[in-house]
């Protein structure tokens, strides 16, 4: 199955499933500050966006749109990344991108190692003029969480401890959009099973409550603490399903959407009962599910730059990391048309994606 061509984004499909599951590989070290070059005989700071040997453009957008502020070395919004090599750090660049496409204001990028030094950092960012963090990525909201006296955005994340105290976005799709393109696709269906791990998904499942009442759904949430426990449920949960009214919702819980073990068994008995899935993993709808909500980066990117932006301008932080909403969408085509569900070519090009290509 292949993707619809000339999106651009094929490629970066398996890295977004990466991020959601929290599976990135481990960062590289970050560049000493003797390997710039710099003559000032100050420390030099990291490198604006990617690599010095390999750059991306937006690299040079942000150091002009710096350099054409005045403001020389002083930057008001300053982001803490993964410092991984490509393709993985073309997520966070997109990211990056968003922020500036956003932002008049200058922006830079600092790659952060998995055993970076915090206080290199710190004394980087407070030379730099720093007045606020957006933080992306496990390795850049570690980074972050050490850092003092500077306000935090959070963001690249798919969940964040004491996510109640902090202030951003998560990689998480907003349930209340699943929910709503499920009940536009299939208007029907009065039940969403969903098996997970509290430990993981508890504050999902909160909102999920909230969201099934509005679109008058029946949440159907089933907790497992370990895999075995998922198996019975899904084993349960898909022999007594009616795949008249009732849907099956694969949440990003790394415990309960095991890739090896639990997502064959659920494909392989929802196709053979017609009982309709729905996710937020693309690379789920590419081996059967019906539909997936997935971020998109640049988007994502302009929203955490407005509450930069705002922090800037006074507003005080109202803490709290909420679910993504600037979201791109998959859809299995074929899987419609094996539960009943047919759709013409004017319907089909209302998703990003389809599978397999028409």
């Known amino acids: 199955m292949e993707l619809k061509p000339?999106?651009?984004?094929?490629?970066?499909?398996?890295?977004?499933a990466a991020l959601l599951t929290g599976a990135l590989p481990q960062a590289h070290a970050v560049p000493h500050s003797d390997d710039t070059g710099g003559d000032s005989g100050a420390p030099a700071t990291p490198a604006v966006v990617g690599r010095r040997d390999a750059a991306p453009p937006v690299q040079a957008q942000l150091q002009t749109q710096a350099d054409q502020a005045g403001h020389g070395h002083d930057d008001s919004i300053?982001?803490?990344?993964?410092?991984?090599?490509?393709p993985y750090r073309k997520v966070f660049t997109e990211i990056i991108d968003g922020i500036e496409r956003q932002t008049h204001l200058p922006v830079r990028g600092y790659p952060v190692a998995d055993h970076a030094e915090s206080a290199d950092l710190q004394a980087a960012l407070k030379r730099n003029g720093a007045k606020v963090i957006i933080a992306l990525g496990r390795q850049g909201v570690k980074a972050a969480a050490a850092m003092t006296g500077t306000p935090v955005i959070v963001g690249g994340v798919s969940s964040v401890p004491e996510e109640d105290k902090l202030d951003g976005i998560s990689l998480t799709p907003d349930p209340s959009l699943l929910f709503a393109r499920l009940k536009n696709l299939l208007p029907a269906v009065r039940r969403v099973i969903v098996v997970y791990n509290p430990q993981n998904s508890e504050p999902l499942i909160r909102l999920a409550r909230e969201a099934a009442r509005v679109e008058g759904l029946e949440l159907v949430a089933l907790e497992a603490s370990d895999l075995a426990a998922a198996v019975r449920h899904y084993e349960s949960a898909c022999a007594g399903a009616d795949s008249r009214l009732d849907a099956l919702w694969l949440p990003p819980d790394a415990t309960t959407v095991d890739e090896s073990t639990i997502l064959p068994l659920v494909l392989r008995e929802s196709w053979e009962r017609n009982l309709p899935i729905f996710s937020s993993s693309v690379l789920h709808v590419k081996k059967g599910a019906l539909f997936a909500l997935f971020p998109n980066n640049t988007e994502l990117g302009r929203d955490l730059a407005k509450l930069a932006t705002a922090?800037?301008?006074?507003e005080p932080q109202k803490h709290g990391v909420t679910p993504l909403r600037a979201v791109r969408t998959a859809f299995n085509w074929r899987t419609a048309s094996h539960i009943g569900l047919n759709m013409d070519a004017n319907q089909q090009r209302g998703f990003d994606?389809?599978?397999?290509?028409p």
Do not use: C, H, K, R
């Open 6 to 16: 000339g999106l651009g984004t094929a490629a970066m499909l398996p890295i977004l």
């Open 78 to 86: 300053a982001v803490l990344y993964p410092d991984i090599g490509e």
């Open 353 to 357: 994606f389809l599978y397999p290509e």
């Open 311 to 314: 922090v800037l301008g006074g």
